[in-house]
């Protein structure tokens, strides 16, 4: 579809938001993240900041967000978990 429609057209943001909704189902948030920008992006090209298809996206970038920061988080205690063991 990107080929034949064009980087901005709501089907390709559609696709682009499904891909990301997969990668978040399967803990994979850096991707998640990734690809609900592209969405984002190429919505922005159709509607205005406050059109609320816009917001929708932009809370499940922020859900992207906060998942993958909580993974991070986890795997440094787990890290000083190893570390305080190791000494």
Do not use: W
């Not at 917001?55 to 986890?74: F, H, Q, W």
């Amino acid at each position: 579809q990107l080929h034949v429609l064009g980087e901005n057209h709501l089907d390709v943001a559609q696709n682009y938001n499904n891909i990301s909704s997969a990668h978040y189902n399967l803990g994979e948030y850096d991707q998640a993240i990734e690809f609900v920008q592209k969405a984002l992006k190429s919505l922005l090209q159709v509607y205005r900041e406050n059109h609320p298809t816009i917001e929708v996206s932009m809370k499940s970038l922020i859900c992207c967000v906060e998942k993958a920061s909580t993974l991070e988080v986890k795997k440094l205690d787990e890290i000083s978990v190893l570390c305080a063991e190791t000494l």
